[in-house]
């Protein structure tokens, strides 16, 4: 299905008038009936993006209203399954922003070189290939040895994805020249074999991972971090929520910890601004200075 079928709601329903008056009401129904059932929170995601991806699960499901949708995921855990894929917006990359990596080899890594031992944590990460890329970086900063990444997401199955480290080889290409922009020191194909249909990630990469379901939303901190990235992330929370995280980031940070967000993302306009200089403002990368 295209993005642009599913930004078009459905056609309006229902006796009681047009959907505009009953959807915003069926959609807090609906979080509110996810939450209790399931405890997944998405209560303040931002509504814009929260209600395409509802249509695109009504449309796909074959339904008509959000009510219908509620009925389905409450008594079919495997249509739940589906609409967490759906609301976790997956899409990740490789060294995406290359000028991100630059910056952080740059700038942090001399930071980190302070340290006897780092821990990082990587939040929202997907797939893993956030997480790949910054094991690489770390590795050819003489960093990873004593590095422990946390990397954590509220969705199951793109763990498990992260974990086998088996990503496309259709996408190497793009991977190795985002490496590269990136500031890569080395081979970008030393670190993968082909195998299983895909490239298969050196395990050593993961050796100082811990990969953990964790949500954002409702979950406590659960460690104390010399840096967090998280990036695009926080941009499909609401503004409440937003805060709210910066809030955890803030408790998991020890002082002067890196705090890296994503290029649309800020603390600038956080509860927590007052706490953070930046370090690079372009690249989002933050320092918790009290
Ligand atoms: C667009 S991806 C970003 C991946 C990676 N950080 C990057 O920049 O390429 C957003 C990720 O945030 C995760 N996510 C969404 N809501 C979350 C929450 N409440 N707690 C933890 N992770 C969440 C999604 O499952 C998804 O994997």
């Known amino acids: 299905m295209s993005a642009s079928e599913w930004t078009v709601p459905p056609p309006l329903v229902g006796e009681n008038g047009p959907r505009e008056e ?5 959609i807090e ?17 931002a509504r814009a993006s929260l209600k395409r991806r509802l249509w695109r699960r009504m449309s796909a499901e074959g339904l ?13 855990p495997a249509a739940m399954e589906r609409l967490l ?33 780092t821990r990082i944590w990587c939040a929202g990460c997907s797939t893993g290939e956030e997480v790949y890329s910054l094991a690489i970086l770390l590795e050819e900063e003489g960093l990873y040895e004593r590095t422990r990444i946390y990397a ?31 500031g890569g020191k080395r081979e970008f194909s ?9 490239a298969r990630f050196s395990r050593s990469l993961t050796e100082n991972v811990v990969f953990a379901q964790h949500n954002l939303a409702s979950d406590r901190t659960f460690n104390q971090f010399n840096a967090i990235i998280c990036r695009n992330v926080l941009i499909y929370f609401d503004k409440k929520l937003q805060d ?3 809030g955890l980031f803030y408790e998991s940070l020890e002082m ?9 993302e800020s603390v600038t306009f956080s509860s927590h601004s007052d706490s953070y200089e930046a370090i690079d403002a372009a690249e989002r990368i933050y320092r918790r200075v009290k």
């Open 244 to 246: 709210r995280v910066h």
């Open 85 to 117: 894929l759906d609301l976790s917006i997956n899409v990740t990359s490789m060294f995406r922003d290359p000028s991100f990596y630059v910056s952080f080899r740059k700038n942090v890594a001399p930071m980190l070189r302070t340290y006897p031992f």
């Open 22 to 26: 009953l959807e915003p009401l069926e």
């Open 256 to 264: 002067f910890g890196v705090l890296a967000l994503g290029h649309k």
């Open 29 to 45: 129904f609906l979080l509110e009936a996810v939450y209790r059932h399931y405890g997944f929170d998405f209560r303040e995601y």
């Open 190 to 198: 030393e670190y993968y074999v082909a195998a299983y249909g895909g």
């Open 64 to 76: 008509r209203t959000v009510t219908q949708l509620q009925d389905r995921l409450l008594h079919e």
């Open 152 to 182: 954590t997401d509220i969705n199951a199955q793109v763990l498990n994805t992260a974990l086998e480290g088996v990503f496309p080889l259709e996408k190497m290409k793009l991977y190795t020249e985002q490496y590269i922009r990136g």
